[in-house]
């Protein structure tokens, strides 16, 4: 069978250019986070099935790369597997599908993780006690999501994470959105806008409406649609589902008479009325003006009853960053108090921001960014054959050059001359020096 060149679907190559913004951009990242108070973590990227089964990562958990038992495990599963085959009767296909998901379920123990939130859960409940409290995390690593694959949408990529944990107040919100935007702002972003909302106004608004509690999440999949469909589409979604005109119209209104200010909040805050508990909106509007008063970058707050973000383990505030330069959404995160305490019984307060890694290193690529302070890159081309003592003597120019900070790269001269120095300067080289077998060094 012959090897492949091309990558797995939905998997890259990185080539140098990219490789070099990747790097400045962790280095970065690491530093300006730092600055904040977080520190750097990391985690396996083979989580067990049930903790990525547990029904806390929405359409995600879909997407998992599955890894089977190895060795007498799996050998034991499939002949349990063909044992009750053969037992089997008649089957409807909704039976077979069931079958299938259990079987997969037998034979399977381990999957890559999706995101790095789940297993920064479990992290924290295994390593608790050798932890400050509250915990200030940054964890950067790849995640896989069995995707489909598109333009810059990959089914392995980076995510960078900072969370907050065993912080129940919205100092912790607050920190988060100011590291990430002095973060971005560092990048040269501008004009870019953090929406934000709180997933128990988004069940307010819901009640305060007539749906049913059981249909929230119908609700609010079809809400989500609101920036691509419009008003009008979603009421069309909703009135499709069986409900209500006056349910829809009165769930609508709110949307459409809401602003994106803090007298957005308190026009919702004052419509919901004994849905709402009052704090929830009052740490919204405290949440929205420290930012705006303690920010570093060139960005704005902006109230948004439409935001609600796919994970269902959000519990409180949720954001989200669009540039608005560029459209499309670079990240975002939101409070989950109740994750961790799955795993240890105890609730444990937590809250996160995820920026969009890829797409943040998609956008400079575009923009043709320029790494700066970049060390000067000189390459020594060297005529093919060069006698032994005059290398040394050109090993040892560049020891010295390098000795002083310079990128000193030592290559054999190809007979393409002119193409070779294309290719390098491509990389970055902007000086080269020709050594010649028949001249002195």
Known sequence: MA??????????????????????CIGLIKETYKTFGFTSVETP???HIENLSSNQGGENEKLIFKILKRGDKLSSAVSTLLKEGANSKEETADDSNEKLEADAGILVDGGLRYDLTLPLSRYYSNNANDLPSPFKALQMGN????DRPQRGRYRQFMQCDI?????SSILAEIELILATTTLLGRLDFKNFTIRINDRRILKAMAAYSGFPESDYDTVFIILDKMDKIGL???????????????????????????TGDIEGVRFIRDELGDFLDTEVSDNLETIITSVENAKAADFKMQFDPTLVRGMSYYTGPIFEISMDEYGGSVGGGGRYDEMIGKFIGTPTPACGFSIGFERIIMLLLENDFKVPGESEKKAYLVEKGMPSDKLLKILEKAKEERAAGKTVNVVVMKKNKKFQKDQMAEEGYTEFVEFFKDKEI
Do not use: H, Q
């Open 3 to 24: 090897m492949k060149k091309k990558p797995v679907t939905g998997m890259k190559d990185i080539l140098p250019k990219e490789m070099a913004i990747r790097d400045y």
């Open 45 to 47: 990227c083979v989580e």
């Open 143 to 146: 995640v896989w999501r069995a």
């Open 163 to 167: 969370d907050i944990l065993g912080e």
């Open 232 to 258: 009008e589409g979603v009421k069309e979604e909703l009135l499709g589902c069986g409900y209500s005109s006056e349910a829809v119209d009165k769930y609508l209104n709110l949307f459409d008479k809401a």
